[in-house]
Structures are given as C-alpha cells and as structure tokens.
C-alpha cells in the first residue's frame, strides 16, 4: 500500500510543480529553461569529445595488439572443422 502512495504524492507533487511553473512563475520558468541551455550544450559537447578520444584510443589499441599477434589462418581453419 505504500508504494500507491508514493507514487500517488509523486504524481501530485508533479501536477503541482507543473501548475506553478506556468500559471504561477512562468516567466521565472522560462528563463530557468533558457539559461540552463548554454551549459548543456558545452557538457554534452564535452561528453562527446571524451568518447571521441576514447574511441580513437581503442582503435589504435586494437590495432597495435592486431599486429602484434598474428593469427595463423591454418590454424583457424582447422578449428573450424568438425572431426568426421
């Protein structure tokens, strides 16, 4: 019963948060929108930017550890096949 409840003032408290937004303090809303735009962007430019790097990093990782360690095709060949 609990958790209805919970989830019945969460509701509320949503409905409520929504109601003040745009009848009450629309304008304070609205720059609060507005303002959180900039700072946005520049994380989720930043986030992209650090998974950029760490993307090119485990391609030259891979890469290096390809070279490294040749794989023999005979071998794979014959593991390929199933013993008669």
Same mark, same amino acid.
């Given at each position: /019963?609990?958790?209805?409840?919970?989830?019945? #003032? #969460?509701?509320?408290?949503?409905?409520? #948060? $929504?109601?003040?937004? @745009?009848?009450?303090?629309? %304008? =304070?809303?609205?720059?609060?929108?507005?303002? /959180? $735009?900039?700072?946005?962007?520049?994380?989720?430019?930043? +986030?992209?930017? $650090?998974?950029? $790097?760490?993307? +090119?990093?485990?391609? %030259?990782?891979?890469?290096?550890?390809?070279? =490294?360690?040749? @794989?023999?095709?005979?071998?794979?060949?014959?593991?390929?096949?199933?013993?008669?």
């Amino acid at each position: /019963m609990g958790k209805f409840v919970a989830v019945f #003032g #969460g509701l509320i408290a949503m409905a409520g #948060g $929504i109601l003040l937004a @745009v009848f009450v303090w629309w %304008r =304070e809303f609205y720059e609060l929108v507005f303002g /959180m $735009i900039p700072p946005l962007l520049f994380f989720i430019g930043l +986030i992209a930017l $650090i998974a950029g $790097i760490s993307s +090119i990093k485990d391609s %030259r990782r891979t890469k290096k550890l390809e070279e =490294e360690t040749p @794989v023999e095709e005979t071998s794979e060949k014959e593991t390929e096949q199933e013993p008669e």
